[in-house]
T-cell receptor, first 112, second 117 residues
């Protein structure tokens, strides 16, 4: 199965920019990179998706280098409510499944 | 309101009993998924369905069964064969990308927390 690798946890303070990097060496040509956010006892929520270069929305930015073997989720000026687990998701080249393999995620803790 | 619903929110079961978790969506999505999440862990795929009357095993299908008789419904049965069924179960749906373009966005329900007594 295609795998993603993310840091297990990160700590930050309110108002800082947070960058979470995900490695996905086996990403397939047609695969997009998707990030989700999950709060305790809730289902994950879509944050952002991209294919290459840079994507920005009202919540975050996603940076993808030319080789697409990694991506970086950037959260500008985090607040306490951004404390959550963040998952990076790509497709599965071996079986052809799309966006069905979640990694362990990155647990972000924002301090006041 | 469009969305995906799961019921019940909390479920208790005695060992040796089968139990069925409900998942309904009114987003007109073709694809639906079931995941299991254990405390402090990521999501693991149990089963998924790309179209009505068809479904595929995920990474941890043993001890579970599903059906997809209607587009909007994808119930999951946790059977007595599942050795450690206590977990948080999440259902999701997506458009399914019949055209084969990249990765489509999954929308998740609120989850069902199953506890085996």
């Amino acid at each position: 199965l295609a795998k993603t690798t993310q840091p297990i946890s990160m700590d930050s303070y309110e108002g800082q920019e947070v960058n979470i990097t995900c490695s996905h060496n086996n990403i397939a040509t047609n695969d997009y990179i998707t990030w989700y956010q999950q709060f305790p006892s809730q289902g994950p929520r879509f944050i952002i998706q991209g294919y290459k270069t840079k994507v920005t929305n009202e919540v975050a930015s996603l940076f993808i280098p030319a080789d697409r073997k990694s991506s970086t989720l950037s959260l500008p000026r985090v607040s306490l409510s951004d404390t959550a687990v963040y998952y990076c998701l790509v497709g599965d080249r071996e079986t052809g499944r799309r966006a069905l393999t979640f990694g362990s995620g990155t647990r972000l803790q924002v301090q006041p | 309101d469009g969305g995906i619903t799961q019921s019940p929110k909390y479920l208790f079961r005695k060992e040796g009993q089968n139990v069925t978790l409900s998942c309904e969506q009114n987003l007109n999505h073709d694809a639906m998924y079931w995941y299991r999440q254990d405390p402090g862990q990521g999501l693991r795929l149990i089963y998924y369905s790309q179209i009505v009357n068809d479904f595929q095993k995920g990474d941890i299908a043993e001890g579970y069964s599903v059906s997809r008789e209607k587009k909007e419904s994808f119930p999951l049965t946790v059977t007595s064969a599942q050795k450690n069924p206590t977990a948080f179960y999440l259902c999701a749906s997506s458009t399914g990308l019949a055209g084969g373009k990249g990765t489509d966005t999954q929308y998740f329900g609120p989850g069902t927390r199953l506890t085996v007594l």
